[in-house]
């Protein structure tokens, strides 16, 4: 047996000296909770300040997203069918080229009677919206993918009239389609400054737009 104190360092099984504290764990920094809660926090003033986004169109939209599909008419003859898919704009909102703040962002596709199908992304806003878009003025600013050709780029105006979105272009999808409607392109080519276009989506969803316009050659809608 050891002569050597109880404590020293050749004793392995050496009792703690008398005033050992043990180290309480560190509790977690709660980071996780304080994202959380400042999300939380954060939708709830962006629904405060946006109802409107859960009922849009004459119905109950708790995903905040309403789609629809339709039919264009231009007076040159040139028809259309057009899915648009929308939802709020969660981001910080970009003002947008006349100085309107976006309060609207999705996609689209865009079908020309000749079978062609063109995906579009879309910004836009709705005027002086808060409790309802019901009838208030809106504009959906319509562009192609970076890289797409032919490049389109126009806006259709109108609004929410129950169930309905009743939209015009004020003439300038001409800026990207012939006459007949085929895409020339953006700003390529003779535009037609006395056509117009309109027509009217309702509530449908992707899966209907095949209905609407079919990707062969000949389709008169």
């Not at 409790?131 to 105006?157: C, E, H, I, M, W």
């Not at 939209?167 to 535009?191: C, H, R, V």
Request: one cysteine or more.
């Amino acid at each position: 047996m050891s002569d050597g104190p109880p404590n020293s360092p050749g004793n392995r099984f050496a009792a703690p000296a008398a005033n050992f504290v043990p180290q309480k764990k560190r509790s977690g920094c709660g980071c996780l909770g304080t994202v959380t809660g400042a999300m939380l926090f954060a939708f709830a003033v962006f629904v405060g300040l946006n109802p409107w986004a859960f009922y849009i169109g004459g119905r109950w939209t708790p995903a905040m997203t309403w789609h629809g599909v339709g039919k264009l008419q231009s007076t040159s003859g040139a028809k259309y069918g057009l899915f648009l898919e929308v939802n709020p704009y969660m981001r910080p909102r970009r003002r947008s080229a006349i100085g309107r703040s976006d309060n609207l962002s999705g996609t689209a596709k865009l079908c020309t009677s000749r079978g062609e199908i063109y995906p579009l992304t879309v910004r836009g806003y709705i005027r002086g919206v808060w409790l309802d878009v019901d009838r208030k003025p809106a504009t959906f600013y319509f562009r192609s993918p970076k890289g797409a050709q032919p490049t389109l780029n126009f806006d259709l105006f109108g609004s929410w009239q129950g169930q309905q979105l009743v939209l015009e272009d004020k003439g300038n999808m001409a800026m990207s389609f012939a006459p007949d409607g085929t895409a020339k392109g953006y700003l390529i080519g003779q535009n037609s400054p006395n056509e117009s276009t309109s027509g009217t989506l309702h509530f449908a969803t992707e899966d209907d737009f095949s209905a609407v316009c079919s990707a062969k050659p000949g389709n008169s809608f």
